[in-house]
């Protein structure tokens, strides 16, 4: 789910699209300095990026694409048919006059990195999505068609191939060790208007629940960009490709606000890498649905702290399951690294090669064991027919009686309430029909109509089992709930005090 500060932010692409042009770590490390230009380091601090820029200037390329579209049909004006002398044709009644869907030619703008000297060019899919006709542009106003190569929407990279050798390509950084504070570039065409510089440093990493993209690990930068910078260069001091910009959060204008968003060099460069090897990107699957640990939960699970991500869903028949892995599991690591939060873990288990093994770290029950998982290849538009966290378009039930848990109230699953609520046949716990909006479960998020599955671990399938659990965990400062919302699947933690 998206976080609830980005509902409160307009993220725009940065393509200055659909213009209708025609109807058709701490080790040391030893510092050496040249002690040909001891004399330039006595003087003060770097005043230019003149020589970074000029090396830089011939890989940022101009990208125009262009596709065909159709109009909606739409009325004829009535003007004509106003004159009385031609209404009596009519009897007084004006046909309706529809204009036919018409063909337009959209071109849009953006901007694109030399990734190698034969050709490639890296570019936003957003840049080429859906085009018929690829051109690029350099700073020498050199211009080539290009071919779409591959693409990649979920992260928005696509790659493209010319017909020319020779080219100067950007050197990739390794866009891991950048670091907050550091100095950073911005290089593309903003709004058409031939290559531009602007610079800053890096605002933040690691970026995500933006709603931008599937796969979120932006690199936040001040650096100013703006429309028609999609697909162009964030370059480090040296002159290595850091990221690839991608978006900005736009004020009323949609200009730059000082906050843009770039793709890091090292997750589009595997990106391509797929590309270029195979044509597609494949991602690993593990088939669970794991959910962020708060401070609350992992008190709750009886975790020191709040590192790791807890098992809320195990998708049937999946390399999960065939693992032996669990609802109420937590995930601390993934092949000996730590795992610090959702969005991290999704990225790794993604970045996988389908079929490979990986070992995780995971807590149950106060032990910590090892559970390796093969995984398979990950099916993004067979998860979007399941329907994500599946918002419910059914009427909320009514009725039911009180419960254990102050301020809920709750009823046994039937078939017609099963009906009623979408779920399966097979699906088990008691439905809460009743919710005081000032309670502490409305308060932890609880809802109309969620199902609770499971109180402290234990599975409950009527409102006695419910009730029952609810009442030997009293004494706890907190009750966890497990809660079926649609097609998915959560643990809520209740404050009891």
């Not at 979920?154 to 017909?163: E, F, G, Q, R, S």
């Not at 204008?253 to 990107?281: C, D, E, H, Y």
Request: hydrophobic content about 40%; overall charge neutral; cysteine-free.
């Amino acid at each position: 789910m998206q976080k609830s500060t980005a509902a409160l932010l307009s993220v725009v692409a940065l393509l200055v699209g659909a213009l209708v042009v025609s109807v058709t770590g701490t080790h040391r490390i030893p510092v050496f300095i040249d002690t040909a230009h001891a004399a330039a380091v006595e003087q003060g601090p770097l005043t230019s990026f003149a020589p970074v820029v000029k090396r830089a200037m011939p890989s940022v390329v101009n990208i125009s694409s262009s596709k065909v579209v159709k109009s909606a049909a739409a009325e004829m004006p009535n003007g004509f048919f106003d004159d009385p002398t031609f209404r009596q044709f009519f009897g007084g009644r004006i046909p309706q006059q529809r204009q036919q869907p018409r063909s337009q030619r959209a071109t849009s703008l953006g901007s694109g990195v030399v990734v190698s000297p034969d050709g490639y060019i890296m570019t936003n899919n957003h840049v080429v999505e859906g085009a018929t006709d690829v051109k690029v542009s350099f700073f020498n106003k050199e211009e080539y068609p290009a071919k779409i190569v591959g693409t990649d929407k979920y992260t928005d990279v696509a790659i493209l191939k010319i017909d020319k050798k020779g080219l100067t390509a950007l050197p990739f950084a390794d866009s891991g060790h950048a670091e907050v504070g550091d100095v950073v570039l911005a290089i593309g065409e903003p709004f058409g208007l031939g290559q531009t510089v602007t610079m800053g440093i890096i605002s933040a990493k690691g970026r995500a629940g933006l709603g931008i993209e599937r796969y979120e690990d932006f690199i936040q930068t001040d650096a100013a960009i703006n429309r028609g910078n999609s697909g162009g260069a964030l370059i480090d001091t040296k002159g290595e490709l850091v990221g690839i910009n991608t978006a900005i959060l736009g004020g009323e204008t949609g200009g730059n606000q000082g906050i843009g968003f770039a793709i890091p060099a090292n997750l589009a460069r595997n990106i391509m890498n797929q590309i270029l090897k195979s044509g597609k990107v494949t991602r690993g699957y593990m088939g669970i649905l794991p959910q962020e640990l708060t401070p609350e939960m992992a008190k709750a699970f009886g975790m020191p702290n709040a590192r790791g991500v807890a098992v809320a869903q195990v998708e049937p028949s999946s390399p999960a399951e065939r693992a032996g892995l669990k609802v109420g599991d937590v995930i601390t690591g993934v092949n000996g690294e730590p795992v610090e939060d959702v969005n991290a873990f999704r990225l790794e288990v993604a970045g996988f090669a389908p079929n490979t093994t990986v070992h995780l770290k995971v807590a149950r029950g106060g032990q910590t064991m090892d559970v390796p998982v093969t995984l398979g290849e990950f099916d993004l538009e067979a998860e979007n027919k399941r329907g994500g966290d599946g918002g419910r378009e059914s009427t909320a039930p009514s009725g039911g009686e009180k419960g254990a848990l102050r301020g809920v109230s709750v009823q046994a699953l039937t078939p017609g309430l099963r009906n009623e609520l979408q779920l399966p046949d097979s699906a088990t716990g008691v439905a809460i029909t009743d919710l005081d909006d000032d309670s502490p479960a409305a308060q932890a998020g609880l809802q109309q109509g969620d199902v609770i599955t499971q109180v402290n671990h234990r599975a409950v399938s009527n409102v006695a089992d419910f009730n029952r659990a609810v009442r030997e965990g009293a004494n706890r400062d907190s009750t966890l709930l497990l809660v079926r919302r649609g097609q998915g699947t959560q643990f809520v933690v209740v404050p009891n005090k």
